[in-house]
């Protein structure tokens, strides 16, 4: 069992499905890619792995497929975040700390802030 990404005309995922592994061999079908393009008129379809053995990440709706980077990777979450090259996945212009406790990215102010939880009350 695989799974093929349909890819938009913006390079963007609209669909993910279940289909043949290309291991499957069936006369007159030479790509698996290619015979699943028949039935999505217009829409590319790639390829996209659980593990990410291929192309980096499993593709899901809304993703970006670089063509370029044979990669499949998220819109970033912020604007000042940079992707990195090896593993298709956004990074923050600071790294998250690592003192054990709980931040999340305040964008405005481009930092990390402690996650202070609650105090019960009684």
């Known amino acids: 069992m695989a799974h093929y990404a349909f ?5 963007i995922v609209v669909e993910v499905i279940t289909g043949r592994d ?3 061999l069936i006369e007159g079908i030479d790509s698996w890619e290619q015979h699943y393009e028949q039935f999505r008129s217009g829409l590319k379809c790639v390829r996209t792995s659980y593990n990410g053995n291929i192309r980096k ?3 899901s709706i809304g993703y970006i497929y670089d063509p ?3 990669a499949f990777y998220t819109p970033s ?6 992707l990195n090259e090896d593993t298709c996945q ?4 600071i790294a998250y700390p690592t003192d054990g406790k709980k931040y999340y990215w305040d964008e405005e102010n481009t930092e990390w ?4 939880p ?3 009350t009684d």
């Open 7 to 11: 890819i938009d005309e913006n390079s």
């Open 22 to 24: 290309e291991t499957d």
């Open 57 to 59: 990440n499993y593709a």
């Open 68 to 70: 370029i980077r044979d």
């Open 77 to 82: 979450p912020f604007k000042g975040w940079v």
């Open 90 to 93: 956004w990074e923050p212009p």
């Open 113 to 116: 802030v402690e996650v202070i």
């Open 118 to 120: 609650d105090e019960p």
